[in-house]
């Protein structure tokens, strides 16, 4: 498989290094595109090179990888949006790539918007009786805009492309979700950022969303939170659409970083009656404010 295009400069740092116990998680941080990731240790960084420049990075676990690069596009489709360019960008931009099967919205942890993609792919076999090939189903695929228009050469840089190995979906999943601009900060928690490191920004609020069922007697309480550097300035919680009973929803806290460092939060899951002890699931992140 061939992928034309990339252009990354690429610094790997530890994350809030030395900010708690035991292994933490890494940055990619893109400084000529202006964006990053995190991931989790014990991947390695390859870069990828493209003529004399580093276009972009494998983060490899064993066998398996997440390419993350920028794409260029022909100058054919330099007119086009980002909404438009991703409805065809693996198409244009990766062989044996024919058309889209599905295009689903996403938002990462700190409000940037962007596309989870699959895609129809022709694969070539050789067998006995000749060449033989049969389509599949390939992805998810995820893409970015970049905030600000850049070019390679004279063709447009239209997105940037997150392409696990199938094996590491779930690891793609908290990478996807850690996507933010230099000057970005941390918007939204959900479930799968369990355990995960963000930033944020003094003043301005982020919200932490988990799902719950208050009709099973169970409900979210927060077990850790440094007042001195928190605010919760709203709670609640939210019904799901469907109107049915016993149905779920979801429940919500909206936080103020009060001041810089770092501080945790900690919420667990039980019934009041039952005790903290008897916690079925719990949510924890650690955030650096600044």
Same mark, same amino acid.
């Given at each position: 498989?061939?992928? %034309?295009?990339w252009l990354f400069l690429i610094l790997c740092v530890p994350l809030l290094a030395g900010c708690g116990d035991g292994a933490q998680d890494r940055t990619y941080?893109?400084?000529?595109?202006?964006?990053?990731?995190?991931?989790?240790? @014990?991947?390695?960084? /390859?870069?990828? +090179?493209?003529? /004399? $420049?580093? +276009? @972009?990075?494998?983060?490899?676990?064993g066998e398996r990888k997440i390419t993350i690069q920028a794409l260029p596009t022909g100058l054919n489709y330099a007119g086009l949006t980002f909404d438009q360019y991703v409805r065809i960008a693996a198409s244009v931009d990766i062989q044996n790539f024919q058309k889209l099967i599905s295009l689903e919205p996403i938002i990462s942890a700190y409000g940037i918007?962007? !596309?989870?993609t699959y895609w129809e792919v022709i694969e070539h076999n050789d067998g006995d009786d000749g060449q033989v090939d049969r389509t599949v189903t390939v992805g998810p695929l995820y893409y970015f805009p970049l905030k600000y228009p850049r070019k390679l050469g004279e063709q447009p840089v239209k997105a940037v492309l997150? !392409?696990? *190995?199938? =094996?590491?979906?779930?690891? =793609? $999943?908290?990478?996807?979700a850690s996507f933010r601009y230099e000057d970005s900060f941390l918007?939204?928690?959900r479930g799968q950022q369990h355990g995960k490191q963000f930033l944020a920004s003094r003043d301005k609020p982020f919200r932490i $969303?988990? =799902?719950?069922?208050?009709? +099973?007697? !169970?409900?979210?309480?927060? =077990?850790?939170? *440094?007042?001195?550097?928190? /605010?919760?300035?709203?709670?609640?919680? *939210?019904? *799901?659409? +469907?109107? %049915?009973?016993?149905g779920g929803g979801t429940s919500y806290w909206e936080i103020i970083p009060l001041k810089a460092g770092v501080g945790t939060i900690k919420l667990l899951y039980y019934r009041v009656w039952e005790g903290a002890a008897k916690a079925v699931d719990q949510f924890q992140v650690r955030v650096l404010v600044l």
């Open positions: 498989m061939k992928l %034309r295009g941080k893109n400084n000529e595109f202006g964006f990053s990731v995190s991931f989790p240790p @014990g991947y390695q960084v /390859k870069p990828i +090179t493209w003529v /004399k $420049e580093e +276009t @972009g990075a494998e983060l490899r676990l918007s962007g !596309y989870r997150i !392409y696990p *190995d199938p =094996a590491l979906s779930v690891e =793609a $999943e908290g990478i996807v918007r939204l928690l $969303e988990l =799902a719950a069922n208050p009709t +099973t007697g !169970y409900n979210w309480y927060i =077990a850790q939170l *440094d007042e001195t550097r928190f /605010k919760v300035r709203r709670s609640g919680y *939210d019904p *799901d659409q +469907t109107g %049915r009973v016993g």
